[in-house]
């Protein structure tokens, strides 16, 4: 038996997003915790460099980046404890501070900025996505089809070239 189109709408809706989802999630984590992996493997831990060399003021700007994302999907997908909407708020606080603006380089991230990140902030927010949101997709469960109008989609317009070019 065919799908139908609400049959098709409801699976992307309920199984296929949410697995997207996660899955973007997931990548976004692993890639925290390579950069992490790798600071706590290149310098000694609890001490930061001043300035911070190029590689890790690069690393802790894609902690910057990703971070927000990541904060948001635990967000969304997750119901939190206090502590874990704490953690999540202290986060989004420290990489919203602004860097400091040298003679050097446009922008630099604070010392303690990066020292927070590599002790506490990125360990934190990478242990609660991964507590939040399960590796696997959830079991799937038989859905009431969903009411749909009778109305047919309008045709295709029409095509002026024979066919698709390859």
């Known amino acids: 038996m065919q799908p139908t189109p609400a049959t098709a709408a409801s699976s992307i809706r309920s199984r296929l997003l949410p697995a997207y989802t996660r899955a973007v999630l997931h990548c976004q984590v692993n890639s925290l915790e390579e950069d992490r992996d790798w600071t706590r493997?290149?310098?000694?831990?609890?001490?930061?460099?001043?300035?911070?060399?190029?590689?890790?003021?690069?690393a802790f700007a894609r902690f910057t980046t990703t971070a927000p994302r990541v904060t948001a999907a635990v967000r969304a997908l997750a119901t939190l404890s206090e502590h874990e909407a704490a953690v999540l708020q202290r986060v989004d606080t420290v990489i919203a501070a602004p860097a400091q603006v040298g003679a050097t380089t446009?922008?630099?991230?604070?010392?303690d900025q990066v020292a927070w990140w590599l002790?506490?902030?990125?360990?934190?927010?990478?242990?609660?996505?991964?507590?939040?949101?399960?590796?696997?997709?959830?079991?799937?469960?038989?859905?009431?089809?969903?009411?749909?109008?009778?109305?047919?989609?309008?045709?295709?317009?029409?095509?002026?070239?024979?066919?698709?070019?390859?």
């Not at 493997?41 to 690069?58: I, K, N, S």
């Not at 446009?106 to 010392?111: D, L, S, Y």
């Not at 990478?126 to 799937?140: F, G, K, Q």
């Open 106 to 111: 446009a922008a630099v991230p604070h010392a």
């Open 41 to 58: 493997q290149t310098y000694e831990p609890g001490t930061v460099p001043e300035p911070p060399p190029a590689d890790l003021t690069d």
């Open 119 to 166: 002790t506490e902030g990125g360990e934190n927010l990478i242990d609660l996505a991964r507590r939040s949101v399960p590796n696997s997709e959830p079991p799937a469960t038989e859905t009431s089809p969903v009411p749909v109008s009778l109305r047919a989609l309008p045709p295709a317009p029409a095509r002026n070239a024979p066919g698709p070019r390859r």
